[in-house]
């Protein structure tokens, strides 16, 4: 069984911390996803990455940053940490589609989520 | 716009009540894909099924069957004989060439299910 790992459950921050999420995947999966959960929104993409050090935008990527140095951890950056991003983050993993292209419609695999409140 | 909606926020039955999640999805692509994920309450979104569009056959599972229809855009879910363990917040994805394969969730649906 594949395993995401989220270093956190629950995470109390200040405001205008440099906050770190790091997660850590088991399976050698190629992509890594950063969502955060808000209700009535859904999940929403931040950054995503297909490969060691390559990272993308996805939707909602301003105020946040990414690190991959190594194939399995995908870290989540909030560089000066903000109120409006008390939220519930989640990560997950996934191969590749099978013509590898970088992003992927294989089933996504996720951590349990890290609850994190900025105060 | 909405690309993916789950119209139905919360439901809650009794035990053994078949209950129907209902998503409408809307694209532009001839190529995508849906998915549903169950999120119980420990927290972890689990994977449930992926369709492709150029397959409309209807799927079951044991208790668990889903109805996608394009010429409705809507990949329905349904669940036979509800049981508590079945309580969760269910999200409906969906993922288009166009946007290189990006995911995008609707809001989720949480459902009850009372013994």
């Known amino acids: 069984d594949v395993k995401v790992t989220q270093s956190s459950r629950y995470l109390v921050k200040r405001t205008g911390e440099k906050v770190f999420l790091e997660c850590v995947q088991d399976?050698?999966?190629?992509?890594m996803f950063w969502y955060r959960q808000d209700p009535g929104l859904g999940l929403r993409l931040i950054y995503f990455?297909?490969?060691?050090?390559?990272?993308e935008k996805g939707d909602i990527p301003e105020g946040y940053s990414v690190s991959r140095e190594k194939k399995e951890r995908f870290s989540l950056i909030l560089e000066s940490a903000s109120t409006n991003q008390t939220s519930m983050y989640l990560c997950?993993?996934?191969?590749?589609?099978?013509?590898?292209?970088?992003?992927?419609?294989?089933?996504?695999?996720f951590g349990d989520g890290t609850r994190l409140s900025i105060l | 716009a909405q690309k993916v909606t789950q119209a139905q926020t919360e439901i809650s039955v009794v035990e053994k009540e078949d209950v129907t999640l209902d998503c409408v999805y809307e694209t532009r692509d001839t190529t995508y894909y849906l998915f549903w994920y169950k999120q119980p309450p420990s927290g972890e979104l689990v994977f449930l099924i992926r369709r492709n569009s150029f397959d409309e056959q209807n799927e079951i599972s044991g208790r668990y069957s889903w109805n996608f229809q394009k010429s409705t855009s809507s990949f329905n879910f349904t669940i036979t004989a509800s049981q508590v363990v079945d309580s969760a917040v269910y999200f409906c994805?969906?993922?288009?060439?166009?946007?290189?394969?990006?995911?995008?969730f609707g809001a989720g649906t949480r459902l009850f299910v009372k013994a």
């Open positions: 994805a969906l993922s288009e060439v166009f946007r290189g394969f990006k995911t995008i």
């Open positions: 399976m050698d999966h190629e992509n």
């Open positions: 997950a993993s996934s191969l590749p589609n099978a013509r590898g292209s970088a992003l992927s419609n294989q089933p996504q695999h």
């Open positions: 990455s297909y490969d060691v050090k390559m990272k």
